[in-house]
């Protein structure tokens, strides 16, 4: 570790109070999605980061039409543009959203407190995904306000999105489409023990089916539609076990996944259902095609029902995220990530370089052919930090070392280890 690095680091430590204070008033503000009423943090995350020093900085409202149509209610992205040098050299994109999934039941502190226990920072979206926020921009604000040695060549842009949870399209999505950034290299949010080369993409179906209604006591009267799914969800389920033969070569990824998570149907007890829907999330593993397993998901489901007399099926695909990656491990930005990862944590191991079964936002960018990893705050398994569950939690240590990490290679990336 140089002498710019190592003060660096030392400017992390000295503001981590400040940092930790930063990402605690983060969780403070309700950002759950659904029901998708996410300009307030938006608009109060534009502020903070003026109050930091950021200069060129947009909050760049979405249209209420094109947020209403993704089911959201209010909705604006933050970008913050810094230039090193004459801004000539690469351009990097750190990544991160701030919607949050709605905390539910079960937690043992305020889910909107940022409360600190045992060194642990508690609250929703504290690991998914506010402390990158909170990690990106001090990251940045570091190599902004230490003097350093080696002039810097490059711009880094900080993409605060808040529609992950929805799919990322109007967040980093419609930046990328609208040329509001054009990275040649990205860094999403992920966790601080792996650099995250890949991830699941994924499609998701309902599936719905309607008969004929009839009074319980002459059901032959009536055409059942949950009988009629009961099929369908027959077949799904022995099409499911096949998929475990397609097994995938990254790490971390096992195999395709299939999931009916939600079902409705019904009048009465005492009726034959008329209608019955079902909603499917099947996982795309990398590299397989999602076109010809839309494809295989239709034939399944229509085989299912084409004796059934007198039904009417309908299927409508809901959602369809590319996988991503995965992204080589020798790339200049997983080198650079795991030489500052083994120097910053010391003694703990290489960096572990994987996929996750998740989707995430890092797939926007893949599909432009920009060189992307994930990687941020929290510890080696989702489970650890409770995502998406009560109690959700990120260390603290993490957070700052994880801080220190993305600057030294924000550092590098930029030109600072040359010459």
């Not at 140089?2 to 503000?29: C, G, P, R, T, Y």
Request: glycine fraction near 10%; charged fraction near 20%.
């Amino acid at each position: 570790m140089n002498q710019d690095k190592k003060s660096l680091v030392q400017w992390i430590e000295e503001h981590q109070a400040e940092m930790i204070d930063f990402l605690k008033k983060i969780v403070q503000v309700p950002s759950d999605n659904p029901a998708g009423d996410c300009y307030p943090i938006a608009a109060f995350l534009h502020h903070e980061l003026q109050e930091l020093g950021f200069v060129d900085i947009a909050l760049l409202e979405v249209d209420e039409e094109e947020v209403k149509a993704a089911g959201m209610i209010s909705l604006a992205n933050v970008l913050s543009s810094t230039e090193f040098g004459n801004g000539a050299g690469t351009n990097i994109v750190l990544n991160a959203h701030g919607d949050v999934v709605p905390p539910g039941l079960g937690w043992s502190v305020d889910p909107y407190g940022g409360e600190i226990i045992n060194g642990k920072m508690y609250g929703r979206g504290v690991a998914v995904s506010k402390s990158d926020i909170a990690a990106y921009s001090y990251a940045v604000l570091a190599l902004k306000k230490v003097k350093i040695s080696h002039p810097l060549q490059g711009k880094v842009d900080l993409a605060f999105t808040f529609d992950e949870e929805t799919g990322g399209e109007l967040g980093p999505k419609r930046l990328l489409d609208q040329g509001n950034i054009s990275p040649d290299q990205a860094i999403a949010a992920g966790f601080t023990y792996s650099a995250v080369n890949a991830h699941n993409g994924c499609l998701h179906f309902e599936v719905k089916t309607t008969g004929k209604s009839a009074h319980a006591a002459l059901p032959h009267t009536g055409i059942d539609a949950l009988e009629a799914t009961t099929k369908i969800l027959n077949g799904l389920y022995e099409y499911r076990q096949t998929l475990a033969a397609n097994k995938s070569s990254v790490p971390g990824i096992d195999h395709p996944t299939l999931v009916v998570g939600l079902i409705s149907g019904g009048i009465n007890t005492n009726v034959v259902p008329d209608e019955c829907t079902i909603r499917v999330d099947r996982r795309l593993i990398p590299g397989e095609d999602g076109v010809q397993a839309e494809v295989e998901f239709r034939k399944v489901v229509e085989e299912a029902v084409k004796t059934t007399q007198g039904i009417k099926l309908e299927i409508r695909k809901i959602l369809h995220a590319e996988s991503f990656g995965p992204v080589p491990e020798d790339s200049p930005l997983i080198s650079a990530l795991s030489a500052n990862w083994q120097s910053i944590m010391k003694g703990k191991g290489d960096l572990a370089i994987n996929g996750v079964p998740i989707y995430a936002d890092a797939r926007h960018f893949y599909e432009k052919g920009i060189p992307t990893i994930m990687f941020g705050v929290g510890p080696k398994l989702l489970e650890e930090a409770n995502g998406h569950r009560a109690d959700e939690n990120i260390r603290v240590d993490d957070l700052v070392d994880a801080t220190k990490i993305i600057a030294c290679t924000l550092y590098d990336l930029l030109g600072g280890g040359k010459g």
